[in-house]
């Protein structure tokens, strides 16, 4: 019998990001910009996607996006790092 259908749930690697932090730096055009994303889960059953976005070593803005569920904020996030990162920012 495998050892793996006994593992712990926290141990597992997780497939989907639940968090992520992009950067966005050209220093010709004085850009330090940071994005940063994560899925927390809510009292009520769903999910959020918080945003934080701003210049490196500035207080940024936040904005939180409530969601149906865990999977649909995880979706949520992969999409806007997807758009991010065609705007030039990386990891």
């Known amino acids: 019998m495998s050892n793996s259908a006994n593992a712990d749930p926290e ?3 997780e497939m989907f990001p639940r968090e992520l932090q992009l950067q966005r730096i050209d220093p010709d ?3 330090r910009r940071y994005y940063r994303m994560s899925v927390e ?3 009520f059953g769903g ?3 918080i945003r934080e976005w701003g210049r490196l070593g ?5 904005r939180i996006e409530p969601h149906v569920d865990e999977g649909e904020a995880i979706s949520a996030l992969l999409q806007l790092a ?3 990162r065609r705007r030039g920012y990386g990891s």
């Open 82 to 84: 997807r758009r991010k």
């Open 41 to 43: 889960r809510d009292l």
């Open 58 to 62: 500035a207080r940024g803005q936040r």
């Open 29 to 31: 055009r004085n850009m």
């Open 11 to 13: 141990v597992q690697i």
């Open 47 to 49: 999910a959020s996607l």
